[in-house]
T-cell receptor, first 115, second 115 residues
């Protein structure tokens, strides 16, 4: 079965600091990769996704992620965080499992940005 | 406006009292799914549906039922709720591309407390 690991469960940063959130998955076939964000009290929404092509993907609000196939990784980055980036971030993978494509989510990373 | 709606948003019930959480989407999406979100565990898929009358178990289906009689609706049924089903529940929908769910659009969530 596929799995998704997010290494950082809680991250605390000051405004303007750089951010990198790790995401590794275990699945050998073709995958689609996603990062979702959940702002306090809100539902999840898409931050960015990778299906194919350029492995460096740019998303909303200055976020980007790089798909490194050899490392089974899809790390999320932002060069300078803002207080409004305080949220929970989820990495997700779509891969073939048991004959069906079941999206699998990581456990999430809680990011707190101090003003 | 394209959206996924869930009702109710908040629910307090007692052990054993059957309940249904409704989910509806207006985007003509084939794929619909239910997740539960628990602290430290991220999102775990309960059930999913690839189309009308086609449903399948996710990672944590025990104690839940679903139905997909119409494309837009995907209700979650708890026949005999127990306290360990206290959680935050999200419904999501997406288009299918080559049999895979794409970007998922999430509902606002239903917070359930089972006493």
């Amino acid at each position: 079965a596929q799995s998704v690991s997010q290494h950082n469960h809680h991250v605390i940063l000051s405004e303007a600091a750089s951010l990198e959130l790790g995401c590794n998955y275990s699945y050998g076939g073709t995958v689609n990769l996603f990062w979702y964000v959940q702002y306090p009290g809100q539902h999840l929404q898409l931050l960015l996704k990778y299906f194919s092509g350029d492995p460096l993907v740019k998303g909303i609000k200055g976020f980007e992620a790089e798909f490194i196939k050899s490392k089974f990784s899809f790390n999320l980055r932002k060069p300078s965080v803002q207080w409004s980036d305080t949220a929970e971030y989820f990495c997700a993978v779509n891969g073939l499992s048991g004959g069906s494509y079941i999206p699998t989510f990581g456990r999430g990373t809680s990011l707190i940005v101090h003003p | 406006e394209a959206q996924v709606t869930q009702n109710p948003r908040y629910l307090i019930t007692v052990t054993g009292k059957k309940l249904t959480v409704t989910c509806s989407q207006n985007m003509n999406h084939e794929y619909m799914s239910w997740y539960r979100q628990d602290p430290g565990l991220g999102l775990r898929q309960i059930y999913y549906s690839m189309n009308v009358e086609v449903t399948d178990k996710g990672d944590v289906p025990e104690g839940y039922k679903v139905s997909r009689k119409e494309k837009r609706n995907f209700p979650l049924i708890l026949e005999s709720p127990s306290p360990n089903q206290t959680s935050l529940y999200f419904c999501a929908s997406s288009l299918l591309a080559s049999g895979r769910p794409g970007t998922q659009y999430f509902g606002p969530g239903t917070r359930l407390l089972v006493l």
